[in-house]
């Protein structure tokens, strides 16, 4: 007899983000396919890493993350996000963006129990929720400017939903979520006793859209709980330092599951992440006017190829679509565009409820160093306006 896998494992696998990343380094390709950010950090964060491991910071930490970092990010949160949490008791360091949401989703879901999502969603979140055993709502994000129908929002809560999970600035469209929309699921979650779980790993890159946080808003303070990190904005995807911030009920909880799972976020790069918090607005500005220039040329590559770019309000991917007939499907024309040209996308059906809506789109990350960038766009022109469909 052969041993027995959980039934929760049964049908996973590798999203295509890291398959086609895993292929694009075979064929030493241009990645636009994982937003692994593979830009230089700040001097500062690697400094003060640094120094933290000569000075032998090399133990456990609390449970919920070095004291410095978490004043550090209190004090971030009252001054960008406009969410006033006390750094004892209602902050907690977890392993990345991706352990605070795992953390959150334990300590707030049952097996069967619902959340909504909206749809194109970042697929990590989805598959997460479904390795525990909850159930995914969706609410669908139309094009090109990705709002939602307030009626299906409306219909989506029930009597047995716990979460809505917002991404905003969102993975994989871009949408950044408006002021009245968020006042609307506020209001919804509310009525119907139901967590806010907002992922705001992007929050520093937004073009023309101010961010805001659905955690400052009085009537959404008690039961919103606000995920970000240090991956995006510092550029150290690899580092795993997340943070997650609310009331300190929920927190307690998220605290005590991280330590089971993780015991702590790796303690030198705690510190390190704590200088970067204490950084000056000049280098947020730049971060941003450097993605907005990098949007442009991605932008405008798509375009005279032939493709449909819907241009993101904020983080640093794009949808774009493509002309029926091109190539058979999303996934067809990822193969193809990797093989002819050696640049690695991921197909847009992998981040939609119903596959077939993003069928003929594909999704591109800019989150790379101009020069590589420049040489993917070369790659991609060489595409040129039209191709044959391929099956």
């Not at 097996?111 to 969603?121: L, Q, R, T």
């Not at 995914?136 to 999970?165: E, G, H």
């Not at 690899?238 to 790796?266: E, H, K, M």
């Amino acid at each position: 007899m052969k041993p027995v896998f959980a039934d929760r494992v049964q049908n996973i696998k590798q999203s295509d983000i890291r398959r086609f990343s895993a292929i694009c380094a075979a064929v030493n390709g241009v990645n636009l396919s994982q937003g692994v950010c593979d830009q230089p950090a700040p001097d500062e964060v690697k400094a003060a890493a640094k120094l933290a491991i000569d000075d032998d910071h090399a133990i456990y930490t609390n449970l919920r993350g070095i004291i410095e970092l978490r004043r550090a990010i209190a004090d971030k949160m009252r001054r960008y996000n406009k969410i006033e949490c006390d750094p004892e008791t209602e902050v907690a360091v977890n392993v990345g963006s991706a352990g605070s949401f795992a953390c959150a989703a334990l300590s707030t879901l049952n097996p069967g129990d619902e959340c909504i999502v909206f749809s194109p969603f970042y697929s990590y979140h989805v598959n997460l929720l479904q390795l525990i055993g909850a159930k995914c709502r969706y609410v669908d994000l139309q094009p090109p400017n990705w709002s939602y129908d307030a009626s299906q929002l409306k219909a989506a809560f029930n009597d047995r939903t716990r979460m809505i999970l917002i991404n905003t600035p969102g993975n994989p469209s871009g949408k950044v979520f408006l002021e009245e929309e968020l006042k609307e699921i506020a209001k919804l979650a509310n009525e119907h006793n139901v967590w806010i779980v907002t992922d705001e790993i992007y929050e520093y890159i937004t073009y023309d859209l101010p961010h805001i946080s659905i955690g400052s808003f009085p009537e959404a303070q008690e039961r919103t709980l606000t995920v970000t990190g240090a991956s995006k904005t510092f550029a150290v995807t690899g580092w795993r330092v997340g943070y997650c911030v609310g009331p300190s009920t929920l927190i307690d909880r998220i605290a005590v599951v991280n330590d089971l799972f993780y015991i702590c976020a790796p303690a030198p790069l705690q510190h390190g992440i704590t200088a970067g918090l204490n950084l000056p607005d000049a280098y947020y500005e730049k971060m941003c006017n450097d993605y907005r220039a990098k949007r442009g040329l991605l932008v405008d590559t798509l375009l005279d190829i032939g493709f449909s770019p819907y241009v993101p309000e904020g983080s640093y991917y794009l949808l774009a679509g493509f002309e029926k007939g091109r190539w058979s499907d999303a996934t067809a024309a990822t193969e193809a565009i990797l093989q002819d040209v050696g640049v690695a996308t991921v197909p847009g059906s992998a981040f939609y409820r119903n596959p077939d809506d993003g069928k003929h789109q594909l999704r591109f990350c800019y989150a790379k160093q101009m020069k590589d960038l420049e040489d993917a766009c070369s790659r991609l022109r060489k595409l040129g306006v039209r191709q044959a469909a391929k099956t």
